[in-house]
């Protein structure tokens, strides 16, 4: 555990929940407004050797005997033949390493001729998530020469950008909150308390992801990281999301307004 992280008392988050929003993966007080998105990294093979998809590796592998298969209880996967390794995985992830460049989602996008998101859907939101990128696809799974971003959390490059640049508007030693959802801890309002200045020890605490939202003492901006998808949100003033899309490492998106299909969800 970090000592530089405390827990805190989960009626810090009352604020969030002012609205009556409820959600296990994460808070969002204005949810389907059109705002700006941090985009999780993903990675490119500098040189593909073999053109076969994160299924076809994962099963060539598995039948050489070079990785254990996945059991969970009286579940394993050889007996179950149907499902797809799509690529990618859950919470924190890491630069692949050498051989390996960075691929933004606009250079895919102009790649594969598909949006960011999937626009003019009737049941996918205009967010980013396993659902974008859907032609880069063979049989539900994506090239292994690509490593596509994580779901449920910041990739570890970005939020060390993230980090800095909250830290330069806001300030080093600002007080902030960071809440884990329930999908994560299993319990309610699980939020610790720390400097700006030490958001990169946020890692240490026993949690497989980055925080499901961040914010400072005085409410100024929010994040939020949904457990299902691969970007985060950033409410805030105008001025540090001007910051955000100028930074040199991370990469951004305004995403349009989608409240009308949540309505439609709850009529």
Known sequence: MSAKWVRADGMVMLWVLEDG???????????????LWVLNAMYEQES??????????????????????????????????????PGGGLGWADH???????????????RIGDPIVRLGHDT???????????????????PASIQPPTEGSLDWESFRALAAVLCE?????????????????????????????????LRLLPFSSS???????????????DWDLWGTKVTGPAELLARLEADDFLETAWLPDYRLMLDRRET
Do not use: M
């Open 21 to 35: 929003i409820r959600h296990a993966c994460g808070y969002d007080p204005s949810p389907g407004t059109a705002a």
């Open 48 to 85: 593909p050797i073999v053109e076969e998809t994160h299924d076809e590796q994962h099963r060539r592998r598995l039948a050489a005997g070079e990785v254990e298969p996945w059991r969970l209880g009286d579940f394993d996967e050889r007996d179950h033949p149907e499902l797809t390794v």
């Open 96 to 110: 692949p390493g050498p051989g390996w460049k960075r691929l933004r989602w606009h250079q895919l996008a102009e």
């Open 124 to 142: 996918f939101y205009p967010i980013p998530s396993l659902r974008s990128f859907p032609s880069v696809k063979r049989d539900g799974s994506w």
């Open 169 to 201: 508007f806001s300030g080093p030693e600002t007080v902030v909150y960071a809440h884990w959802c329930d999908a994560i801890t299993a319990e309610e309002f699980t939020v610790f308390e720390g400097r700006l200045a030490d958001l990169e020890a």
């Open 211 to 225: 925080p499901s939202n961040i914010w400072p003492a005085d409410r100024s901006w929010l994040l939020y990281t």
